[in-house]
T-cell receptor, first 112, second 114 residues
């Protein structure tokens, strides 16, 4: 059972453009929604996270938009750079400390 | 550096052999997780520990898999009688000292079963 659905599977964006990755979840008990970034040969690393009491969180060029009623959240990368080229995973968990359920990932390529 | 060290980084084995992976975190007192990641997929939860207690196991963790965390420090994941379908990256992760929910992943141990 896939509890976190992620799209698109891959994304190509011009340098300076906006990258948008979408996720939807099923379990309404989830209350912690992180995004992880993974480079080849490395483990995933936390990029930004949100809890459902806010609709948006911004950290530098990265923004999470959260729609609780639709059970959807998205990652926006503004002014995308070639160094942002990586695989991005949305995720969700109950209580933060519980097991984290990951989406299937989006491979982002930012071209000069 | 996340402070989570995994060994070996890559293991090639023949079908039917046993393999063991080790995870060494800096901190002994936080939760430790094992995930499996296959090519093109997100990490899938296998199991997690609070100190030496194994609190939850996924249905993915068949009886050929066993994980331990003796004394709440390092952890091992053993796969017995490996199958080609076990080929994957096995990731170890720790929670931090604050209650942020963030997982700190190691670089993983890649298993190739021939």
């Amino acid at each position: 059972q896939q509890q976190v659905k992620q799209s698109p599977q891959s994304l190509i964006v011009q340098k300076g453009g906006i990258s948008i990755i979408n996720c939807a979840y099923e379990n309404t008990a989830f209350d912690y929604f992180p995004w992880y970034q993974q480079f080849p040969g490395k483990g995933p690393a936390l990029l930004i996270a949100i809890r459902p009491d806010v609709s948006e969180k911004k950290e530098g060029r990265f923004t999470i938009s959260f729609n609780k009623s639709a059970k959807q959240f998205s990652l926006h990368i503004m002014d995308s750079q070639p160094g942002d080229s990586a695989t991005y995973f949305c995720a969700a968990s109950k209580g933060g400390y519980q097991k984290v359920t990951f989406g299937t990932g989006t491979k982002l390529q930012v071209i000069p | 550096d996340t402070g989570v060290s995994q060994n070996p980084r890559h293991k090639i084995t023949k079908r039917g052999q046993n393999v063991t992976f080790r995870c060494d975190p800096i901190s002994e007192h936080n939760r430790l997780y094992w995930y499996r990641q296959t090519l093109g997929q997100g990490p899938e939860f296998l199991t997690y520990f609070q100190n030496e207690a194994q609190l939850e196991k996924s249905r993915l963790l068949s009886d050929r898999f066993s994980a331990e965390r003796p004394k709440g420090s390092f952890s091992t994941l053993e796969i017995q009688r490996t199958e080609q379908g076990d080929s994957a990256m096995y990731l170890c992760a720790m929670t931090g000292t604050g209650n942020t929910g963030e997982l700190f992943f190691g670089e993983g141990s890649r298993l190739t079963v021939l």
